[in-house]
């Protein structure tokens, strides 16, 4: 038999006092995602050189005043490059989790009200998408539409359905299962504004924490397309472009790819680790 | 002395949110003692606090000696023994409290061998010896099988035996039957029962449902919010309560043989420690309560047979009925 | 408190008609490629404004009988008939759901997940009363739903708390509210008090008496336990693997238990001078 009866029924004033007993760590992982935004929307205020078009007399230059983080062996300033490349490397991610969660979501509540055989074909029709590796997909989107951002966005979103909808279904049936769903069905309420209603919001925060993870999972894979050449087009600037930077690297040059791998680490975990936070806001790690 | 003596026990989690108040009991050898109350009296807490379990963070004060030594001072590996041999505890939900993936035979002979040094061969003897008196058939073929292929009342007696194997001399049964059926109820209680005056244990019986621990208890420490209000006999106490709450509690429950126009009902919710009101726990659902209820605290009080936490219990003693009797 | 209603105000209790009738029932489960059956045979009728009591242990199939009733499960065989028109199965367009609402409803054993975590009290009931009185004005629902969460007791306070900072005898009335809301002619009550403390076990039932009194509506009451029955059933069912063993008036067949079931159950329900007894068919060699 449980020990707490009354539980303090001033819930706005829980809130504000469960975000201030936040884990340093997670207060961290919001401050990185906090700078890595804003570096992105005044990348242009900010950045003190263009990110491109840089003269090959600079190239390699060492850290310096004028260029904080040095220059790559095109010439273009490192930090501005990384400014820059704060854009594409963070909007990316942004369209392959909406996508995933426009498609996966719908399909896992579709498939956990209904069971049977709806169940099954889903299950079935993602289960063939969970065996194509993300690259073929991306590789085989790349030689139809060209490269870019979309191609990779594309690629990297329909690999992450399957997930996502796994997840979400796993959920939904066992919020389906319990008593007030089952009341909300025999009052007759009609299907789709139970799942909307009720179920949905009720899955809401299990599905934004597996959205945050999977931000940050995104984020790494679209730079490993970047990388491997199948995402955004050199020169522009990306952090998976300045990782994969190979003149640079050739030249004994690591600033680059170094500074932006660190980008990408950083705001990786930082997505995890505030998703994780988000799934269960009472844990202590 | 007793076997078992809790004095004054406190516990808070953090320094603010108490949980338990100034608990003093005793249980000795050969003696059953129910505690019995409703959610948030604490009674769950003290059962594991005689383990030396708290919840995180907690304060504790005050004293838990088993046979005369202090249970809080011990170290860990004292600890551990006194957990292995001395001390055994049966759980609401048996299928909970047993690794699923390990057979029955298992989980007895490892119990046997890390509380009386058995060998594999002794430990399986024993551990046939004990599901025969745990009234389990065909107890050879039983220790190869596994939890689930029992049924809750079975694998009750299954922790039964585990809990007389490791030579306890003291158990704690929290709720053992609640999550059982009517019919096997009866069963267990009865097995727990001559199981304790066989072996001469003790038994602490932790349940919600007062006419189930008068069937089997020696006395009965009534609690609420956190503290002891009544204990006495178990059968003077169900006939002739002292405490206001104990008399509710009684006369709430409806009876199977009979119908009432209307149970006796207790208004509002019942309250644990830490949202008690001031003065007595029960004042605001106490249909006796006085001023003096609302201001002051009342002392545990020695009366003729057992203790009781009231300020009007000497007042109140001819006009207390729960309405029930338990001898007829 | 005003919960009369308006299509069966002013009729004395238990007149006689049969509100439900059920014929022949049969559910059988697959559970790893073995038939199990979880009812059989199962037929009983329930009169207007009398309380139906059906006891039985795990496994007697109670609980899949609140679910066939409901529609939720579907029968292999038998009728379920209620108010006289017979309901064919597997119909779950949500029109038709809404027109059974207003003939049964039902309130669950844990009030810990039979409320949705994110609705108050208030819009739990106001959610109900717009699905089924869409006519009515903002305004009369809202009065409605006060009517309502005052005849179940719930304290104004506590009208728009989520349910996490409710007590669960404090939920157990909002699902009562919520089941009352759509004024239905049946209320089954699938072991509704068994997760609450003895003393709001008792307001909880005091409460249910009220109510049927006030309303004339009939209850299907399920549990296990016989004490609760006894102070709520006019008459019971006892149920085992599926079947019904013994039927009657709720105190001669608990007072005078005909089949040995009905008496094991009944010899071994704690009650005062009780002495829990061995059953003939167990075993224990007296230790030496």
């Given at each position: 038999m449980s020990i707490i009866l009354e539980a303090p029924s001033n819930t706005g004033r829980t809130a504000t006092r469960r975000l201030r007993r936040l884990p340093p760590l997670t207060w961290a992982a919001i401050a990185v995602i906090a700078v890595a935004v804003l570096g992105a929307l005044f990348a242009p205020l900010l950045a003190p050189h263009s990110p491109t078009g840089g003269d090959i007399l600079d190239q390699s230059l060492p850290m310096s005043a004028s260029h904080p983080l040095g220059t790559d062996a095109a010439g273009n300033d490192i930090l501005s490059r990384l400014l820059h490349g704060a854009r594409p490397s963070l909007l990316g991610p942004l369209f392959v989790v909406l996508l995933s969660l426009l498609a996966g979501v719908p399909l896992a509540l579709a498939s956990a009200w209904k069971g049977g055989w709806v169940d099954r074909i889903i299950g079935r029709g993602l289960d063939l998408v969970f065996c194509f590796p993300s690259v073929l997909v991306a590789a085989l989107i790349v030689v139809v539409a060209g490269r870019g951002l979309t191609a990779a966005v594309a690629a990297i979103a329909i690999a992450y359905i399957p997930w996502t909808a796994r997840i979400t279904r796993t959920a939904a049936l066992r919020e389906r299962s319990k008593p007030y769903i089952v009341a909300c069905y025999v009052q007759g309420q009609s299907a789709l504004s139970i799942a909307l209603r009720h179920l949905l919001p009720n899955l809401a925060r299990m599905i934004i924490a597996q959205a945050t993870i999977s931000f940050g999972f995104a984020l790494v894979d679209l730079a490993m397309l970047s990388f491997v050449g199948l995402g955004i087009d050199p020169p522009a600037p990306d952090w998976g472009v300045m990782v994969g930077d190979t003149t640079s690297i050739v030249q004994g040059n690591y600033n680059g790819p170094l500074a932006a791998g660190m980008c990408i680490v950083l705001l990786g975990l930082a997505f995890t680790f505030l998703g994780n936070t988000i799934s269960d806001p009472d844990k202590e790690d | 002395?007793?076997?078992?003596?809790?004095?004054?026990?406190?516990?808070?989690?953090?320094?603010?949110?108490?949980?338990?108040?100034?608990?003093?009991?005793?249980?000795?050898?050969?003696?059953?003692?129910?505690?019995?109350?409703?959610?948030?009296?604490?009674?769950?807490?003290?059962?594991?606090?005689?383990?030396?379990?708290?919840?995180?963070?907690?304060?504790?004060?005050?004293?838990?000696?088993?046979?005369?030594?202090?249970?809080?001072?011990?170290?860990?590996?004292?600890?551990?023994?006194?957990?292995?041999?001395?001390?055994?505890?049966?759980?609401?939900?048996?299928?909970?409290?047993?690794?699923?993936?390990?057979?029955?035979?298992?989980?007895?002979?490892?119990?046997?061998?890390?509380?009386?040094?058995?060998?594999?061969?002794?430990?399986?003897?024993?551990?046939?010896?004990?599901?025969?008196?745990?009234?389990?058939?065909?107890?050879?073929?039983?220790?190869?099988?596994?939890?689930?292929?029992?049924?809750?009342?079975?694998?009750?007696?299954?922790?039964?035996?585990?809990?007389?194997?490791?030579?306890?001399?003291?158990?704690?049964?929290?709720?053992?039957?609640?999550?059982?059926?009517?019919?096997?109820?009866?069963?267990?209680?009865?097995?727990?029962?001559?199981?304790?005056?066989?072996?001469?244990?003790?038994?602490?019986?932790?349940?919600?449902?007062?006419?189930?621990?008068?069937?089997?208890?020696?006395?009965?420490?009534?609690?609420?919010?956190?503290?002891?209000?009544?204990?006495?006999?178990?059968?003077?106490?169900?006939?002739?309560?002292?405490?206001?709450?104990?008399?509710?509690?009684?006369?709430?429950?409806?009876?199977?043989?009979?119908?009432?126009?209307?149970?006796?009902?207790?208004?509002?919710?019942p309250v644990s420690a830490a949202t008690a009101p001031n003065g007595c726990s029960f004042n605001e659902r106490c249909s006796h309560a006085v001023d003096l209820c609302r201001l002051e605290l009342p002392d545990l009080t020695a009366e003729a047979d057992g203790r009781v936490r009231c300020h009007r219990s000497v007042e109140l003693a001819e006009t207390l009925v729960s309405g029930r009797r338990w001898t007829a | 408190m005003t919960v009369q209603q308006t299509h069966h105000a002013n009729e004395p209790r238990a007149t006689g008609t049969a509100v439900v009738e059920a014929t022949g029932l049969r559910k059988t489960f697959r559970l790893d490629h073995r038939e199990f059956v979880a009812v059989d045979n199962v037929s009983f009728d329930v009169l207007r404004g009398e309380c139906l009591g059906l006891v039985g242990e795990s496994g007697s199939g109670k609980t899949t009988v609140a679910k066939l009733l409901l529609g939720i499960e579907r029968p292999d065989a038998g009728s379920i008939t209620v108010n006289g028109r017979p309901r064919d199965h597997g119909v779950t367009k949500a029109r038709e759901r809404r027109r059974r609402a207003r003939e049964t409803q039902i309130v669950f054993q844990d009030p810990y997940t039979s409320l949705d975590p994110r609705q108050s009290a208030h819009q739990a009931v106001m959610e109900v009363l717009r699905l089924h009185f869409g006519e009515l004005s903002g305004a009369r629902r809202e009065k409605r739903a006060d009517e309502l969460l005052d005849a179940v007791g719930l304290d104004t306070r506590r009208r728009h708390a989520l349910p996490i900072n409710l007590s669960g005898g404090q939920r157990q009335r909002i699902g009562i509210a919520r089941a009352l809301a759509a004024e239905p002619d049946v209320i089954i009550l699938d072991e509704a008090v068994s997760g609450l403390d003895v003393s709001i076990q008792a307001q909880v039932l005091n409460l249910l008496a009220d109510l049927q009194a006030e309303t004339g509506m009939s209850y299907i009451f399920i549990s296990h336990d016989l004490s609760v029955i006894r102070q709520l059933a006019d008459r019971v069912i006892v149920m085992r693997d599926g079947t019904i063993v013994e039927r009657g008036q709720t105190a001669k067949v608990f007072d005078d238990p005909q089949h040995p079931y009905t008496q094991m159950l009944r010899a071994a329900a704690p009650r005062p001078g009780w002495r829990p007894e061995r059953r003939a068919a167990e075993s224990r060699p007296q230790a030496t």
């Open positions: - | 002395m007793a076997l078992l003596e809790l004095h004054d026990l406190a516990v808070s989690a953090g320094r603010r949110r108490p949980l338990l108040e100034r608990i003093t009991l005793t249980v000795d050898s050969g003696e059953a003692l129910g505690l019995v109350g409703e959610s948030g009296s604490g009674k769950s807490l003290t059962a594991r606090a005689i383990l030396k379990v708290f919840p995180n963070n907690s304060q504790v004060s005050g004293r838990v000696t088993f046979d005369g030594d202090s249970v809080l001072d011990m170290d860990a590996s004292a600890l551990q023994r006194y957990r292995r041999t001395q001390v055994a505890m049966i759980f609401q939900d048996p299928f909970a409290a047993i690794n699923p993936l390990r057979s029955i035979g298992d989980f007895l002979a490892e119990g046997l061998r890390v509380s009386q040094g058995l060998n594999r061969r002794a430990a399986e003897e024993r551990a046939v010896q004990l599901l025969d008196s745990v009234g389990i058939s065909r107890a050879r073929t039983r220790l190869r099988h596994f939890p689930h292929e029992f049924s809750g009342g079975m694998l009750q007696r299954v922790m039964i035996a585990g809990a007389l194997g490791s030579g306890a001399r003291l158990i704690l049964a929290d709720e053992p039957t609640t999550a059982l059926d009517v019919s096997i109820q009866a069963e267990v209680v009865l097995l727990l029962d001559e199981l304790r005056k066989e072996n001469d244990l003790a038994l602490l019986f932790i349940t919600h449902d007062l006419d189930l621990a008068v069937a089997i208890c020696d006395r009965i420490a009534v609690m609420y919010a956190g503290r002891v209000v009544e204990d006495r006999p178990a059968v003077q106490l169900y006939d002739q309560p002292r405490h206001p709450y104990t008399a509710a509690l009684i006369g709430c429950r409806p009876a199977v043989d009979e119908r009432v126009d209307r149970l006796a009902s207790i208004p509002g919710n | -």
